[in-house]
């Protein structure tokens, strides 16, 4: 076997302390037929031949250029044959793709070539993409970002690796300048194509590369290096970071149902940093809302929950996202719909009623004679049967319910009665009322029972009333 190169000895190394070089997996290799593909190709083929595994070549024909797209196409088809590979094309016609849609040119590539990708990779077994991105590209994204603003996040630039859906995306060469992997493909005879778009300066990212970079280099000949130090020094502090926002979001906050509730008293501890990130977390649960996030938006978001003493607010955030803040309860999530009225009868024989609208329940006992016994965290009451007028009525609250509370002179608003225990305002009208027939407030499950009704050495018969709320 011939001596390795220099390069493909690097690469191996790294692979393997990466650790997703492994033997008799399937590999599909995104090849465009320029100079990095090319050598990744290449690259790819010499290590399968030392540690064997399956490579499926993949080639995406954007249809930008006409004939010279049609010649990479062929360029990358024959290399594949000539190596004994499998391949796989398209033909994608982005530039219709974006007359449809509007989006901009490297959008729509972009979203038309991975989709492509993930088709073939399904297909073939592939539990690996290989991607050919380089050191000058890290660089150039990296710079890219600084111009157009961004957080510590973006400055980690791209990932070595990346988990989408069932399979690993895996750029080998992101440490490997573009320099050597044309010195690369001239030692080792690798046919390759020039993109002649990589010349036109209507695109960012050529702009950045073409006249940026060389003039930013005349302060610092080892900006590329330096850029791409940059990336993985942030990557690695995103990733440790990564991993204490996973555990505030469990300290912080529980689900309900595709939002959360933060609990302001754990969220209030966390450093301002993990505050911006548990919220850039939790936006980004909004596929809609995760594009269009800003830093504004963030920063509005953490400095309502890092008031102390803010009153009842609302925030709308977009895409149909909210911020309701009552009390010491945030809810941050898709905007909740009002809770729909109820009311069930409860006629004298009646032994338990279910309130579909939320899933809670009511157990109902008849028990002879005078019986009262010890209230478990108020969700039982007794009540004298005969004096009650049936059929009672567990219903939602209503305009001007008032109760007259057992042990206080006089009546109170149900409405006072929630504000003073401070109830969330949108649970307010899904918590239970028991009526009677006359449409007198009996009890509020969890809060106060009325003076209607109450055990007497004369009751006969006593109704005890269980309330049940599901853990959610």
């Given at each position: 076997?011939?001596?390795?190169?220099?390069?493909?000895?690097?690469?191996?190394?790294?692979?393997?302390?990466?650790?997703?070089?492994?033997?008799?997996?399937?590999?599909?290799?995104?090849?465009?037929?320029?100079?990095?593909?090319?050598?990744?190709?290449?690259?790819?083929?010499?290590m399968s031949e030392h540690t064997p595994f399956e490579i499926v070549v993949a080639h995406a024909n954007h249809q930008f250029r006409g004939a010279e797209s049609d010649a990479e196409e062929q360029l990358t088809r024959s290399v594949a044959g000539r190596w004994g590979l499998p391949f796989k094309s398209a033909a994608?016609?982005?530039?219709?793709?974006?007359?449809?849609?509007?989006?901009?040119?490297?959008?729509?590539a972009r979203d038309r070539r991975y989709l492509f990708l993930r088709?073939?990779?399904?297909?073939?077994?592939?539990?690996?993409?290989?991607?050919?991105?380089?050191?000058?590209?890290?660089?150039?994204?990296?710079?890219?970002?600084?111009?157009?603003?961004?957080?510590?996040?973006?400055?980690?630039?791209?990932?070595?690796?990346?988990?989408?859906?069932?399979?690993e995306l895996i750029r080998p060469l992101l440490r490997i300048t573009k320099g050597e992997l044309l010195a690369y493909c001239k030692r080792n005879e690798v046919p390759f194509a020039v993109d002649s778009s990589n010349a036109d300066r209507h695109y960012f990212r050529n702009a950045v590369r073409l006249d940026l970079i060389p003039m930013l280099e005349g302060y610092n000949p080892g900006l590329k290096t330096s850029l791409v130090r940059l990336a993985e020094l942030a990557a690695a502090d995103e990733a440790y970071l990564a991993i204490e926002t996973r555990k505030a979001l469990e300290l912080c906050a529980t689900s309900e149902g595709e939002g959360f509730q933060v609990k302001l008293r754990p969220f209030h501890g966390l450093h301002v940093a993990l505050q911006r990130r548990l919220v850039k977390l939790i936006l980004s649960c909004s596929a809609a809302l995760e594009r269009q996030m800003d830093y504004r938006l963030v920063e509005d978001i953490v400095s309502n929950l890092a008031a102390a003493h803010a009153s009842a607010s609302r925030m709308e955030l977009g895409c149909g996202w909210e911020l309701v803040r009552e009390y010491d309860e945030v809810?941050?999530?898709?905007?909740?719909?009002?809770?729909?009225?109820?009311?069930?009868?409860?006629?004298?024989?009646?032994?338990?009623?279910?309130?579909?609208?939320?899933?809670?329940?009511?157990?109902?006992?008849?028990?002879?004679?005078?019986?009262?016994?010890?209230?478990?965290?108020?969700?039982?009451?007794?009540?004298?049967?005969?004096?009650?007028?049936?059929?009672?009525?567990?219903?939602?609250?209503?305009p001007g319910d008032v109760i007259e509370p057992y042990g206080l002179n006089g009546s109170k608003k149900v409405q006072d009665m929630f504000v003073d225990a401070k109830v969330p305002r949108h649970r307010r009208e899904s918590i239970p009322?028991?009526?009677?027939?006359?449409?007198?407030?009996?009890?509020?499950?969890?809060?106060?029972?009325?003076?209607?009704?109450?055990?007497?050495?004369?009751?006969?018969?006593?109704?005890?009333?269980?309330?049940?709320?599901?853990?959610?």
């Open positions: 076997m011939r001596q390795l190169d220099e390069l493909a000895v690097r690469v191996m190394e790294e692979a393997r302390k990466e650790g997703w070089w492994k033997q008799g997996i399937t590999v599909l290799a995104a090849v465009s037929g320029g100079p990095d593909s090319m050598a990744l190709l290449h690259l790819l083929k010499t994608l016609n982005v530039p219709a793709f974006i007359e449809e849609t509007g989006m901009n040119a490297q959008s729509a088709e073939v990779a399904r297909e073939c077994g592939c539990t690996h993409l290989l991607l050919g991105h380089h050191a000058d590209d890290q660089a150039e994204t990296v710079l890219m970002r600084v111009i157009r603003g961004t957080g510590p996040g973006g400055l980690s630039g791209i990932p070595y690796r990346r988990r989408e859906e069932e399979m809810y941050i999530g898709p905007v909740r719909p009002v809770p729909a009225a109820y009311g069930y009868p409860v006629e004298a024989q009646t032994n338990g009623i279910v309130i579909e609208e939320t899933g809670e329940r009511f157990v109902i006992e008849r028990l002879p004679g005078a019986v009262q016994k010890a209230s478990v965290r108020a969700m039982q009451a007794f009540f004298d049967a005969e004096e009650l007028r049936f059929p009672l009525f567990i219903r939602s609250r209503r009322l028991l009526v009677d027939g006359d449409g007198r407030v009996l009890w509020i499950p969890g809060m106060r029972r009325s003076r209607h009704a109450l055990i007497t050495t004369d009751t006969r018969s006593t109704l005890r009333i269980e309330f049940d709320r599901p853990e959610n």
